[in-house]
């Protein structure tokens, strides 16, 4: 029987819905399955007849087609989390599952939701320095195949809940270092370099934090004050991704603008809280290509919620409630302690393109709801919208942005800092070279 140890390292605190039990962390009934999954997609190009004979029941002759597996091809080999060390958890609800009132943490780290029917919390925050993922198989050559593919794996997938927000992000070790059967054995550190290389990153910096939102998380404990940095500006930036504010635009609205695309927000508007109720032909719906979402509370005119709800136009079989983000933030803390945010690009699943969903105003009380207004967007087709190349806009647009504010001093940063040697450091980190820039340019017309 072969056996592979390595030890990961935790980055981010991992949201876990089991925290009350003790112990609690990464948990390999997660790990396994997605596991399986990554290594059918890139690690057997061939397919089902490839990576069959590493299939639990697999006997040739007998049980060797596809049929006879149906949904349970799960890959033979055990894994199990060990040597857990520093173990922390914080809480996010109080005794009596309340969210947390915290004004100067992200939106996201809010409610979790609770066990109503003991009323108790069910969700922390669980943080790790290192743990360790031993695999053991009775085939060597499977082995070897999750060895080759292990780090690719970490890089495009974190664990828990809110993962594609970054938390519960886990890496290879400092040192590159693994064990197969006690031999200690090194990743390359081109492979791991190459692995991590990412259309978007970015340092994170607590700079572009408000000098009074600082005071106030400096008071609190280290896990806090780091996941906090991290965490703001990631939601800083998928929030100019998907849906602007109120005074700058959102990047896919941008980004569509150019191929003459009105986005679903402005349609809805003026549908909606504007009362007209012609929709242009070139209206779509395309920020919920970021990710599906079918509740969402508006203001009219007099500052009254309602409620904007949508749904899929098809027959129940094809029915489509959600589709998660495309986007995936991966936060890596260096040995010298400095995190970078890469930013992933997964796919979009090709059934949610070109199809038709109704956008209904909802009015009333919950239980008395009714549809005042409704209209139909659809969504663009597959060729129009590229996951990479929205991610190329960002990063023209992230870097244009940082460049302006830099050379025009309309950026959060403070004055002082600004003409101390370390502002060049900070600017370094975002730089981009002129032949970049150019080609991210292109991005815009094409």
Known sequence: MAKLKIQLKQHTPLIHFQSEQPGAILRATEVKPKLDKFLKKYAFPGGFEEYKQYLIGYKTNKKDK?????????????????????????????????KIKDPYYPNYFGNMGKDK?????????????????????????????????????????????????????FF??????YYIDEKECFYENNKINSVKKSIYSFSSDDNSINKNIKKQIN?????????????????????????????????????????????????IRDSFVNGIDDVPKNAYLIKDLLGLSVDEIWKDRN??????????????????????????FKPIKDEQGNF????????????????????????GKTNKEMVA????????????FSVEKFLKFVKYKETANRRKKYAYGKSNYNKDNMKNSNSKQKESSFSIDTKELNKLEEIKKN
């Open 219 to 267: 008071a609190r404990e280290e896990l806090y004050k780091e996941a906090f940095t991290v965490f703001y500006q990631i939601e800083k930036l998928y929030t100019r991704m998907r849906s602007g504010g109120q005074t700058e635009n959102s990047y896919i609205k941008e980004f569509f603008k150019s191929k003459d695309i009105i986005w679903d927000k402005e349609a």
């Open 172 to 177: 290879i070790n400092d040192e590159n270092r």
């Open 340 to 363: 970078r945010i890469y930013v992933r690009a997964k796919s979009i699943p090709k059934e949610f393109f070109d199809k038709t969903f109704r956008i209904m105003k909802c009015v």
């Open 373 to 384: 207004k409704e209209i139909e967007l659809t969504t663009p087709k597959y060729e129009e």
């Open 303 to 328: 500052k009254k919620d309602f409620n904007v709800k949508k749904e899929y136009k098809g027959n129940g079989e094809d029915k489509i409630e959600r589709i998660k983000s495309p986007i995936l």
């Open 66 to 98: 596809i049929e006879d597996f149906g949904d349970k091809q799960a890959f033979d080999y055990k894994l199990r989390i060990t040597n857990v060390k520093n173990r922390k958890e914080e809480d996010i609800e109080n005794v009596n599952g309340k």
């Open 117 to 169: 029917k003991e009323n108790v919390k069910k969700n922390k925050f669980v943080f790790c320095h290192s743990l360790n993922l031993e695999i053991i198989s009775f085939n060597k050559n499977l082995l070897v195949k999750i060895v080759e593919n292990l780090p690719l794996f970490l890089m495009e997938n974190n664990f828990g809940q809110r993962q594609s927000k970054g938390f519960g992000s």
